[in-house]
């Protein structure tokens, strides 16, 4: 049979695409098409679940190359050895929106990197914000809840955003950011990435190393503002995939410089911050970048559902000499992305090809479920075994963590300088005059569409906290808002 013969999916002879088996010209449609059958039944289930958070993304294939020492910081195979290449895979995205939302508008950008190392596959599932919005993961679910369509209106509500940020005035600094200049990328070649979290590092000697990481995109930050945005997002809802797969197509391949900051561990406790807040930066002049190395996207992926709808990342991928930290959002954050891909790819989602190491092989006992693709095939399936099978290395992949006190809930220690404004204020006054003007007519737009009194009255004092100047120009301008609105 001609390999360019139409099949079904067993393989067999397709005779006719256009019309389906008949009982008679005109006649009723007949069972014993299974063609017709397998066409309409596949079509069904051409859908899975999307993400319930970053639902709406772009992915592309490339390559991380260190070109700077780090070896005193961290054993990662992948980051010794000046000019190491290692391949990569990255899916940005937006939160908030679904699969089918647009591209241009204001909402974190995520920038989740799949490093495929020889020691196994390390997933940094970052931002492109520094800061996010809440510091304990039980918090997560009620922050996005508020994000998205409410469930009555089935409307995104400025009422339920604003009610969320004013009973969280941790938010303060993220909610800063987010109505800045940055707020809104031109394109995901245009923006940074960030580790956000705090990460462990560890080196030869077992030495341990707290470390942030910076993404600088090589293209410059340029970003949108609200009117440009909804123009393009109003005509074009696909403008940075556009930009993306279009630019690779073009062989104008974007690249990231990668920074790190690193503390050493017994700084941790005295620093004025606490090093774990999610919702706090490390000033530059405390911890200065150190460059690693460059990021360089080269290559578009095939087939975007397979390889982009169906990436699964979980920041609880590390390799050895790279560990997680104490940050409660990131704990929480080691649980909840393996569950969701159980949940909407399957158990066996780490064999897709995307998910799959490449450079190394994943071998243990873990077997069977739906779609297993005989992974294991005639090898024992458990251990100890007496034939030959994996061993264990008795090597922690990271540096163990004294702890004390007792089991219960706590809140984020805050050390002498945490309090939930300051940083919020500093940003603020790093702005020029326009940007400080774009940011309250930002603010102001959506704050000011909140009818009720106490939800504003609450959330206004968190600005006046960061910087008088900022909380009484925001007053200002919703008051104005409001009050035009009748
Ligand atoms: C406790 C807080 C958080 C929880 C519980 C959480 C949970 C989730 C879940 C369930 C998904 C969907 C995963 C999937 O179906 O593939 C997701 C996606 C994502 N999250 Fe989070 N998240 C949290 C905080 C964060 C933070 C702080 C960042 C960035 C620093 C972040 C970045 C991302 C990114 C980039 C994706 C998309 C990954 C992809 O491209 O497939 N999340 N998150």
Redesign the pocket.
């Known amino acids: 049979m001609s390999e360019r013969v139409l099949t079904t999916e067993a393989g067999a002879p397709v005779a006719d695409n256009q019309n389906s088996a008949q009982a008679g010209v005109g006649g009723p449609l007949l069972i014993q098409d299974q063609y017709l059958l397998e066409k309409l039944a596949r079509f069904n289930r051409e859908r899975i ?6 639902a709406r ?1 772009s ?1 592309a294939y490339g390559f991380f190359e260190v070109t700077d020492d780090v070896s005193a910081f961290t054993r990662a195979h992948f980051l010794g050895g000046l000019g190491r290449r290692t391949e990569v895979f990255l ?3 937006t ?1 908030a929106g679904n699969l089918g939302a647009s591209d241009a508008v204001r909402d ?5 990197l799949k490093f495929y190392t020889e020691e196994g596959n390390y997933d940094l ?3 492109n ?1 520094p800061v ?1 919005f ?1 510091k ?2 039980l ?3 009620d922050f996005i809840h508020s994000q998205k369509r409410d469930p009555f209106t089935g409307i995104t509500e400025a009422e339920n955003v604003w009610d969320f940020w004013s009973h969280s005035p941790e938010a303060t600094h993220p909610v800063t950011w987010l109505f800045g200049d940055r707020g809104i990328p031109a394109s995901y070649r245009h923006m940074n990435g ?4 705090t990460y462990q590092w560890v080196n030869t000697a077992g030495e341990a190393f707290w470390v942030k990481y910076h993404f600088k995109t090589n293209q410059g930050v340029r970003s949108l503002t609200n009117d440009q945005a909804a123009e393009i997002a109003g005509g074009d809802a696909d403008s940075h995939q556009r930009d993306l797969h279009q630019a690779i197509e073009r062989g104008v391949f974007p690249s990231w410089t990668l920074h790190v900051q690193v503390m050493p561990a017994a700084d941790a406790a005295r620093y004025r911050f606490n090093p774990f807040d ?1 919702t706090k930066v490390w000033p530059h002049a405390d911890y200065p970048l150190i460059k690693v190395g460059r990021l360089v996207l080269d290559r578009n992926p095939e087939n975007v559902f397979a390889e982009v709808e169906q ?3 979980s ?1 609880n991928n590390f390799v050895p000499g790279i560990g997680p930290s104490p940050d ?3 704990q ?2 080691l ?3 393996a ?3 159980r ?3 399957g158990v066996n989602h780490t064999q897709l090809a995307v998910n799959a190491p490449h450079a190394a092989t994943a071998r243990n006992h873990g077997r069977d479920g739906a779609m297993a693709a005989n992974a294991g095939g005639r090898a024992k399936n458990y251990e100890p075994n007496s034939f030959g099978g994996p061993y264990e290395t008795g090597q922690a992949l990271g540096a163990p963590l004294a702890v004390t006190g007792f089991t219960g809930t706590h809140e984020t220690p805050a050390h002498v300088k945490d309090d939930d404004f300051v940083q919020a204020g500093e940003l603020y006054r790093l702005m020029s005059d326009e940007e400080k003007a774009r940011l309250i007519a930002n603010l102001a737009g959506s704050l000011g569409q909140v009818t009720r009194d106490d939800i504003v009255d609450r959330v206004l004092p968190h600005f006046h906290a960061a910087d008088p100047d900022y909380g009484r120009r925001l007053a200002e301008a919703v008051r104005e808002i409001r009050e035009s609105d009748g």
Not at 108 to 112: I, K, T
Not at 194 to 197: K, L, T, V
Request: charged share 20%.
């Open positions: 679940p999307e993400r319930v958070v970053h993304g992915g899916r940005f995205s939160v974190p950008r995520g920038f989740a599932v970052g931002n914000t996010f809440i304990d993961p918090k997560f679910p960030y580790g956000s979290h999610l990436a699964a990342f920041p409660k959002m990131l929480g954050r649980f909840a992305y569950d969701a891909h949940y909407r790819l």
